[in-house]
């Protein structure tokens, strides 16, 4: 017997490249702007939870600070996930659910360019087999990509469209709004950075804060014309061992996306976390969705801009966006985590 | 509305400067065996996993749990991270059994672990510039001064860090998994201990370890199925508590922090305990430092203020003592970050179990786990019982 939840209310920072704020300025007016837009004062929050990772800071407890950001004062119930932000939602959905509160706020920030991402990633490989060998976060997708395109999986033209169409969805987005245009014939002439995948392929990085307020009932009803209803949620991982895997399907993914429900009925709106092109096409089938009858990455995606860590709770605010605002009655949300879209987190958003 | 939640497996590592005789992975899977066999299960019948530890700094792997996936055979099933400072062992097992009673997943593993031999926890935990102040003194360099607070605002006789660094460095010597087996420390011998961060001495001071603690949470069903079919006991979950505050800001309380009273205060009104020093049995606190025991059991409502160190004087948290404090040796004995908070939520389910052994406060029946972390600012507790609630 599961407690019905919505998300009531987002707040996205516009994104920015070498942003000069800190973490902490990049948050306080974040999470200030989703409490307005619930209507809430940050007292009748019941619980807090963010999503951050110390590598991308360069420093331990970097999430300490973020405390400050919150206010807490008096002092709160608050936890912290190492890594994106949706997973920090997932925490908050379970506390919910164990009746302790009705209200929690999400909150994550990813400086993406403020250090080495692809190395920085490429330390979550094993440490003693594969790390040392330094391949790369992109080389690594590229290992994939290319394994994609031998087993006729995905093609580069089909990568091509993905990345044509998320440039002209980001270029659309008040929140990112740069890139600028090209047809799929002129991206395909481009060099390859890490072969098969062109800097087009991979997502770019940026920076940026978002925040999201959970409610459960009829607090939900009460702070929000059309509640975003979590009508499903689950999230699974895959083994990391690439020689035991295979490269050419999420099963994390469909695992996750089964157990969320996604199937149960038509989706109208898609927001995937594809660090890489070829990454959506993947997650598309692995989910299930039909492009056809689905509008998938209206935002533009992580490849137009990616806060690394705060990319997934991104993808949650663009579908309850669309949810609150009438333009889909049922939308999914995922994030993803690791290399080869190892841990995979799926949400079905629901309106009235 | 929440389900009911029971320990029903509880495992540890032996813990020391330098496990070079296993990998993470290894040092994950020991504790884990062991917490499935005192379980009766194997991985195959664990539904989800929730892994917490310390930065991953401390051994230089970004998001461990990704990686150590394979090792705990989680391909197909959740595996959840949670990062909360020193805290984290105990936040960590909160966020787990909040699974079980939410009733999203029936048994849930969760592991804490640190293997601080793979990296330099002093240069870890000392925040360089421009995030902080330029202290690199770690942990002893920024409490230090608090202590010393303490000591001033109820003139605490020097001797008091001393009497709980023998205590618990002698309590240790019955637990096998401790990483420190120090036989003969006296309050003389502990008295000459150098000074590294005045008033705290080197004997004072907690050790780096090696280690992890895993335990297996179930909801009412399976619990009791567990008892039925192996006679083996649990440990019932009657309260968990979580509080936070900010680092500091112009008269923050260090000595006492409200997020830490308001904590206990929680666990206590959760529980239905109106007097603790007098229902609970045991107490496995979260003790760094040695003058952090007298502080602690102020702040989370034990003593009366400015008598936490009389306590101590008296014997009262001694093994034989009313109110046993870290049977187990504490974090003074033991300190693998990351499952440091856990070892206190496990060994404080391990006394109401009547498993500790030779560390066994006699027909303990409820106990409470406190971790505490980052600048005394993050706190989480549980109170197990024998009983259910």
Redesign the interface.
Known sequence: MTRDVAIVATAQRPMEQQTRLTSVELIAPTIRAALVNAGLERQQIGFWCHGSCDYMSGQPFSFVSAVDAIGAWPPIVESHVEGDGALALYEAWVKIQTGECDTALVFANGKTTAGPIDRILTLQLDPYMVAPLWPGADALAALQARSCLEAGVVSEAAMAEVAARSIAAGMANANVGWGSAADEAELLTRPYIASPLRAHDCARPADGAVAVVLAAGDAARSLCARPAWIRGIDHRIDTQRFGARSATESSSAAIAALHAGVAADRVDVAELYAPYSHQELLLTRALGLDPARTDINPSGGALCANPQMAAGLFRFAEAADRVHAGQADRAVAHSTSGPWLQQNLVAVLEGD | ??IRCAVIGVGQTHHTACRADV??AGLVREATDRALESANLTLADIDAIVIGK???????????E??L??ALA????????????GSVGG?TAI?AA??V????HKRVLTIGFEKQSDGNAMW??S??IP?GMPVHAGAGGYFSPIVRTYIARYGVPGHIGAMVAVKDRGNALKNPYAHLHEEGLTLEKAMESPMLWDPIRFVETCPSSDGAMALVLADESTADAHVAATGRSVAWLHATA??????M?AGREQVSP??GE??AADLWRKAGISDPAKEIDAVEMYVPFSWFEPMWLENLGFAPKGDGWRWVEDGVTELTGSLPVNASGGVLSSNPIGASGMLRFGEAAMQVMHIAGDHQVPDARKAVGHAYG??S??FAMWLVGSEKP
């Open positions: 509305m929440a990998s993470i310390a930065p991953d700094m401390l051994e230089g792997v970004v998001m461990p990704l990686w996936a394979d989680a391909h197909g099933k959740p595996v959840f991270r949670v990062h909360t400072a936040s966020v909040q699974h009673m939410a009733g999203v870890a935990l925040v360089p995030f979580m509080r936070s505050e900010p680092t800001f409200v997020a308001m904590c980052g600048g600012q993050f």
